[in-house]
């Protein structure tokens, strides 16, 4: 917990073993600067979590996993750049981002947790990575602006509420091989404009 709460600092670039960097969690809210070096593989839970000004971050080229929380709660941020080779995005890792636009899922994610991007009021698309079987409940819940879902043939289950209470989304392109039994509660609730759901 090394700057936790620290309120001044507006920039800062790490030269640290992943050992020293699981030791911080942040609540730094001006801080809008940050470049992570490449020896760092796993941002720890609720690392930059609640920091509210960050809007500019180069993450490490061997990242592989996102912790829970991770970003939660980074109302700045608008885009973020996720390496190849990242594997796990972590529960609600980037929920309540108010203001992200867009992210590029690499090709080599594997899982999305629970609420990862829920509450992303500003997100407009999104096209689900090929090797993602399982999408979690409330993944994309409550995201404002959400329009078009793209779900490839890989994924083969759908948790509850995953697309809930997206007031603007219109279109989901989704798998005809998922077989209704793995679609769970709700994932559409509350999508009023939600008038073509393709199966391809």
């Known amino acids: 917990m090394l700057f936790q ?3 001044h600092y507006k920039t800062l670039i790490f030269r640290v073993s992943n050992w020293y960097w699981r030791k911080c969690v942040f609540n730094c ?3 809008n600067n940050v470049t992570i070096p490449n020896s760092i593989s796993i ?3 609720s690392t930059f979590s609640g920091c509210s000004s960050l809007s500019t971050i180069k993450l490490p080229d061997g990242l592989t996993s996102i912790n829970t929380a991770a970003f939660s709660a980074c109302s700045s941020l608008e885009y973020i750049d996720l390496p190849e080779g990242l594997k796990n995005i972590g529960e609600s890792a980037f929920a309540a981002c108010s203001k992200l636009k867009e992210m ?4 080599s994610v594997t899982e999305i947790g629970v609420n990862a991007f829920s509450d992303c009021d500003s997100i407009v698309s999104i096209a689900i990575p090929s090797k993602v079987s399982t999408l979690s409940a409330e993944t994309f819940r409550n995201c404002d602006k959400l329009q078009y879902v793209v779900i490839p043939d890989s ?3 759908i ?3 995953a697309f809930a209470d997206c007031p603007s989304l219109e279109t989901v ?10 679609i769970a509660t709700g994932i559409f609730n509350s999508c009023p404009k939600l008038t073509v759901v393709v199966k391809s």
């Open 29 to 31: 809210v001006n801080l």
């Open 173 to 182: 392109i989704m798998p005809a091989s998922i077989q209704e039994s793995r």
């Open 155 to 157: 994924v083969n289950e």
């Open 104 to 107: 590029n899922f690499p090709s």
């Open 43 to 45: 941002i720890a839970s």
């Open 159 to 161: 948790g509850n509420y």
């Open 5 to 7: 709460n620290v309120v």
